[in-house]
Each structure stands twice: as C-alpha cells, then as structure tokens.
C-alpha cells in the first residue's frame, strides 16, 4: 500500500451514489458488481497512483473496468484527492467546476 492518504470528496461521493442507483434499478445487483469494480480501482489508484496517465496537468485517471467510469483524482503533497467518478457520457466541462 502507498504511504499517501486517499480521500474520496463529496462529489464523488455523490457521483458514486447516483451511479450505484442507477446500475442497480436497471438490474438487481449490477449496483454492487459496480461498486465493487469502483473499489478495485481506487485500491490501484492508492497502492501506485502514478501509474495511470495524466490528462491535464496533474489530473489522472483511471478507468473502471467493464463500466464506462473513471476515476479522476490528483496527488497533493501526501494525499490523493478523488473529485470525480464520472461516465464518459457526460459533459467534461462538469470536472472543471470540481477544481
């Protein structure tokens, strides 16, 4: 595991919410098969947040396998910082109010 902290804001909080929702109204159960995907990815995105590639600036993102999500987060001093998981579907100019 990273020596740094992983914080999850309450944006992504809320976007992880709504998402969990979503998948599960649409199918029993796809809401947690989700949530699970989203936990293995931040568990990647702490144990080397390095690792995935940069979009702009120090903004990263790592994707979610088998959901269209990712993971956008920055490394602050010894934090990592969460602001987004977003669908690829919405509007990118959402993640820049985050900032």
Same mark, same amino acid.
């Not at 992983?6 to 998948?23: K, R, S």
């Given at each position: 595991?990273?020596? #740094? +902290? #992983?914080?999850?804001?309450?944006? %992504? $909080? #809320? ?10 109204? +649409?199918?029993?159960? #796809? =809401? +947690? $098969?989700?949530? !699970? $995907? ?8 702490? @144990?080397?947040?390095? @690792? /995935?590639?940069?979009?702009?600036? @120090?903004? &990263?993102? %790592?994707?979610? +396998?088998? /959901?269209? /999500? =990712?993971?956008?987060?920055? *490394?602050? !001093?010894? *934090?990592? !910082?969460?602001?987004?998981? /977003?669908?690829?579907? &919405?509007?990118? @100019? !959402?993640?820049?109010? &985050?900032?």
């Amino acid at each position: 595991m990273s020596s #740094l +902290k #992983l914080i999850i804001n309450p944006f %992504a $909080e #809320l976007d992880l919410q709504v998402a969990y929702e979503w998948y599960d109204l +649409k199918k029993e159960g #796809l =809401g +947690k $098969e989700f949530l !699970n $995907e989203v936990e293995i990815t931040l568990d990647r995105v702490h @144990q080397n947040p390095h @690792q /995935f590639q940069k979009i702009k600036k @120090q903004i &990263r993102m %790592a994707v979610v +396998k088998h /959901f269209p /999500f =990712g993971v956008f987060y920055f *490394v602050k !001093n010894d *934090v990592i !910082n969460v602001f987004a998981i /977003f669908h690829f579907s &919405r509007n990118p @100019q !959402n993640l820049k109010k &985050r900032l």
